[in-house]
């Protein structure tokens, strides 16, 4: 069989391990797991969503609102824009997609950072694309001018804060890089763990709206990661209408599901779950960045839910993170990003009591 050539060069985006494998090889207890791998809530998801999910049992046989109206509403509130400003995905990967299949082709290249959100470059691989990356990881001015002016890429990402390193891009730069870069390309802000940088400094808190003055730029959220939602693939696109008008274009009906549709919905009416999960997690970060100081461990300064440790030459990623798979604690290898390092999401007090547990063993 013949298959398009643009996938030779694509490799499967590789997922958070789950708990099942761990459970299957190593034969330990699923209770006894702890899968800090996927930046999932630790906390689980608002106790109304369980409701709402058992209320909607009857109505799987029914398609939902395809024009999601109540969410959009939701929304639109929440964000002050107007319901056609927003484009729903089921999660906000979907609208990445979107926007790779509108605007990308064989003769067209995207810029990133040198480690960002990996789906970028499979998206834009997917349609023939060219994959440009700065030289480092945090999204640095003059780099990406320089790219941008030099390969006049389709698409430039700006994922702040930045997934797997954690830090974070301040609204002041992120909104000089757009207003230096011309209009002929998509400026993509996504905004998958906003929640957190915005409780932390407000210097990094950047909203929908204050994007929304610019044409070419989208604003990305998700209900995945301080909501809770992650199983649910609910996600958002904010962009002036016409920008919406043509990404609907890409989208196929129904593209998230009945039971999606109304938890999401429920979870725009109670922040209070969001503020509780960041709490704990101000809290329970702590931990980690005091266990590296103790340590002479190196991490980035995180405004995510999970931190990365940098290790040194006499410390390797893969062998630790083997190791601790081995003794059912799951977290994330950075080794096929090429850094020696690892990623883990900041857990529950327990999990992280046995995260540390496993750890010190470890590296001893
Ligand atoms: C998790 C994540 C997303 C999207 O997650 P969905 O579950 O598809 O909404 C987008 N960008 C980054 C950087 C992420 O970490």
């Known amino acids: 069989m013949k298959f398009n050539k643009v996938l030779r060069d694509i490799k499967t985006y590789e997922a958070g391990k789950p708990i099942e494998l761990v459970v299957r090889e190593f034969g330990i207890a699923p209770e006894d797991v702890v899968k800090l791998a996927s930046n999932e809530n630790p906390i689980g998801t608002n106790p109304a969503i369980a409701k709402v999910i058992r209320s909607n049992a009857d109505i799987a046989h029914l398609y939902p609102d395809d024009s999601m109206f109540e969410l959009k509403a939701a929304l639109s509130s929440k964000f002050n824009v107007t319901d056609k400003n927003i484009i729903i995905g089921a999660g906000s990967d979907q609208v990445i997609e979107f926007i790779s299949r509108a605007v990308l082709d064989e003769n067209s290249s995207v810029l990133m950072s040198a480690v960002t959100f990996a789906m970028y ?7 023939g694309a060219k994959v440009l990356r700065t030289a480092s990881y945090e999204h640095k001015y003059d780099e990406f001018m320089e790219a941008f002016h030099m ?5 430039v990402y700006i994922c702040t804060p930045n997934n797997p390193t954690g830090d974070a891009t301040s609204k002041e730069e992120v909104l000089a890089m757009i207003k230096a870069m011309h209009k002929d390309a998509i400026i ?5 763990y906003m929640e957190y940088a915005s409780a932390k400094d407000a210097k990094y808190a950047i909203t929908p709206n204050d994007l929304l003055g610019y044409e070419n730029v989208i604003y990305l959220g998700t209900f995945s990661k301080a909501h809770g939602l992650g199983g649910m693939r609910v996600g958002y696109g904010i962009a002036q209408v016409e920008l919406i008008e043509e990404l609907t274009k890409m989208r196929p009906p129904f593209n998230i599901s009945t039971l999606s549709l109304a938890v999401a919905i429920e979870a725009c009416k109670d922040e209070s779950f969001v503020e509780e999960s960041i709490t704990l997690h101000q809290e329970q ?12 461990l190196e991490y980035i300064d995180s405004y995510t839910n999970f931190i990365t440790y940098l290790f040194d030459e006499t410390l390797n ?8 798979l081995q003794r059912g604690v799951i977290i994330r290898n950075l080794a096929s990003y090429g850094m020696n390092a690892v990623r883990i999401t900041i857990g529950t007090q327990k999990q992280n009591d046995i995260f540390f547990k496993h750890f ?4 001893a």
């Open 151 to 155: 390969r006049k890429p389709k698409i």
């Open 317 to 324: 990623s893969t062998k630790i993170s083997d190791a601790l």
């Open 285 to 296: 970060i702590k931990r980690y960045e005091t266990f590296a100081d103790e340590n002479a």
């Open 188 to 192: 993509v802000v996504d905004g998958a």
């Open 121 to 127: 470059e499979i998206y834009a691989k997917q349609m």
């Open 360 to 363: 010190k063993e470890v590296i």
